[in-house]
């Protein structure tokens, strides 16, 4: 049930980056590596989120 919620709390956060306003502040600049490390952090968490799966489903 731990694992559930890390790959979980992955995907929102990449999601989270990804939906990150920073516009108009000094961060403006770092805005595309946050929705590139984002959409990374979301593919990884879901590729490992999918994986786990259907290993649980095949009981290995």
Do not use: H, N, W
Not at 4 to 24: A, D, H, P
Not at 26 to 51: Q, R, Y
């Amino acid at each position: 049930m731990d694992k559930f919620l890390t790959y979980l709390g992955g995907i929102i956060g990449g999601y989270t980056l990804i939906q990150t306003e920073v516009s108009g502040t000094v961060l403006s600049s770092l805005e595309p590596i946050f929705d590139i490390v984002g959409a990374v952090s979301m593919i990884v968490f879901a590729t490992a989120f999918i994986v786990r799966g259907v290993r649980s489903l095949l009981g290995k």
